[in-house]
T-cell receptor
């Protein structure tokens, strides 16, 4: 079953704008990971945020985590056409097993 | 350093046939997981192996099986293929259960 639910399902912006994607989940987690996928190929790991962290940065990416609301957001600043892809959040439970549970993803289109 | 490698990249099989997909994890990674991704959905967890032992199994029928070898590479086997098994099969490796999971480019399986 899918635990993460990304919002919006699709997002269309212009180059240079910021893109924000949200993710909600249902159960307690050890960590949450964000991935990018281009055209149905492999998933590229973007960032991991642990349950005791509230915010993390990596280059143009900023991820926040609110465990009380069971939600996370991914902000891409100064977007580029090359950022066009599907973005997924995935949660790892506290079970001791690295089973990622994915949402359905957000399709981001960045127009030049 | 090589990433996660999967073979083959594409495969076409007939209903009822059997298929074996292969995965080599990143050097030093002892955890390997398999995921199925159908069009328009996020990946669904199939199996996780750690130190050659099965540590988790998703909601898939017994036609799906897997194993991990002493060198930590892994195989996913699917028997009695159905049209609904057509999907992108992804392999992920991680250092430990709660660390970043890195994915291969996937095997695109088409069942006709």
């Amino acid at each position: 079953s899918q635990q993460g639910e990304e919002d919006p399902q699709a997002l269309s912006i212009q180059e240079g704008e910021n893109a924000t994607m949200n993710c909600s989940y249902k159960t307690s987690i050890n960590n949450l990971q964000w991935y990018r996928q281009n055209s149905g190929r492999g998933l590229v790991h973007l960032i991991l945020i642990r349950s005791n962290e509230r915010e993390k940065h990596s280059g143009r990416l900023r991820v926040t985590l609110d465990t009380s609301k069971k939600s996370s957001s991914l902000l891409i600043t100064a977007s580029r056409a090359a950022d066009t892809a599907s973005y997924f959040c995935a949660t790892v439970p506290n079970s001791g097993y690295s089973t990622l549970t994915f949402g359905k993803g957000t399709m981001l289109l960045v127009s030049p | 350093d090589a990433g996660v490698t999967q073979s083959p990249t594409h495969l076409i099989k007939t209903r009822g046939q059997h298929v074996t997909l292969r995965c080599s994890p990143i050097s030093g990674h002892k955890s390997v997981s398999w995921y199925q991704q159908v069009l328009g959905q996020g990946p669904q967890f199939i199996f996780q192996y750690y130190e050659k032992e099965e540590r988790g199994r998703g909601n898939f029928p017994d036609r799906f099986s897997a194993r991990q070898f002493p060198n930590y590479s892994s195989e996913l086997n699917v028997n009695a293929l159905l049209l609904g098994d057509s999907a992108l099969y992804l392999c992920a490796s991680s250092l430990d259960w709660n660390t970043e999971a890195f994915f291969g480019q996937g095997t695109r399986l088409t069942v006709v």
